[in-house]
């Protein structure tokens, strides 16, 4: 069966250092990979987009990695910042599809 | 710029009621969705639309019904709700190109007792 896995502890980083997250799938061959942003009690909000033939992508402090390969994406954000908190969320399409498929998320704290 | 605009934001139904939720959204996207939100479950894609007068089933369509009569409003119904369907329900809209960002609205609570 299809799946797309994103880590389910909250990952706790200090003020500064680079926060990395994680996007596994199985059984999609995704023509590309979005990451967005949730804040509690809010919609999310798109980040940043990858293509399948892309292996980064960046914008200011975030860095995304797509490797088909492995059928993995990496999410980047360095010189972290408690702003930075929130719950992000890796979406893909279903090869051919217009439709993303998301993953549940991984919660990212940042203390100061 | 409004965006995705849902409505209502809270609401409390009782097993068997019915209702409406609303999203309208003014960038003149084609796509529109709904999704359900669940702690754990993360976003599952209910039903959507990729233009005025078409739906189509996603994920979990069991128990809700959809309408787009206008390009700009995706209506989902709920006929005869159950404590099963008490989550956070979002929308979205996006453009008709592959590859295209979502626009979520802020979503709606519903709990039903």
């Known amino acids: 069966s299809q799946k797309i896995e994103q880590n389910s502890e909250a990952l706790n980083i200090q003020e500064g250092k680079t926060a990395t997250l994680t996007c596994n799938y199985t059984?999609?061959?995704?023509?590309?990979l979005q990451w967005y942003r949730q804040d509690p009690g809010r919609g999310p909000v798109f980040l940043l987009l990858?293509?399948?033939?892309?292996k980064e992508k960046r914008k200011e402090r975030l860095k995304v990695t797509f490797d088909t390969t492995l059928k993995q994406s990496l999410f980047h954000i360095t010189a972290s910042q408690p702003a930075d908190s929130a719950t992000y969320l890796c979406a893909l399409d279903r090869g051919g599809s217009y439709i993303p498929t998301f993953g549940r998320g991984t919660s990212l704290i940042v203390h100061p | 710029n409004a965006g995705v605009t849902q409505t209502p934001k809270f609401r409390v139904l009782k097993t068997g009621q019915s209702m409406t939720l609303l999203c309208a959204q003014d960038m003149n996207h084609e796509y529109m969705y709904w999704y359900r939100q669940d702690p754990g479950m993360g976003l599952r894609l209910i039903h959507y639309?990729?233009?005025?007068?078409?739906?189509a089933k996603g994920e979990v369509p069991d128990g809700y019904n959809v309408s787009r009569l206008k390009k700009q409003n995706f209506l989902l119904g709920l006929e005869s709700a159950a404590p099963s369907q008490t989550s956070v329900y979002f929308c979205?809209?996006?453009?008709?190109?592959?590859?295209?960002?979502?626009?979520f609205g802020s979503g709606t609570q519903l709990s039903v007792l």
């Open positions: 639309s990729v233009g005025e007068g078409t739906t």
């Open positions: 059984n999609y061959s995704p023509a590309y």
């Open positions: 990858i293509r399948e033939n892309e």
């Open positions: 979205a809209s996006s453009r008709r190109q592959a590859n295209e960002k979502l626009f």
